[in-house]
């Protein structure tokens, strides 16, 4: 098997509650990754939930990058 992450995952402001795309660095499924908007780093911690960082006095929450497994050969 297989496993595909994407290299985007969607961080929302939880006070404004805007949106922006940022780019993934270092995904650990269920842990931790690393978002970059601009040349901003914001490390992502999972809380059970969601992944929570902040940066710059503003929190952000995440679902994460997309992530597929992929089954390969065999029957």
Do not use: Q, Y
Not at 47 to 59: K, P, S
Request: glycine fraction near 10%; proline fraction near 3%.
């Amino acid at each position: 098997m297989r496993t595909i992450v994407d290299n985007k995952a969607m961080l929302t402001n939880t006070r404004s509650e805007v949106s922006v795309e940022a780019e993934v660095d270092n995904f650990r499924e269920g842990k931790s990754f690393d978002a970059f908007l601009a040349t901003n780093k914001i490390p992502m911690r999972w809380n059970g939930r969601v992944f929570v960082g902040n940066a710059h006095g503003m929190e952000f929450t995440s679902k994460g990058p997309e992530v597929r497994h992929i089954k390969e050969g065999g029957r």
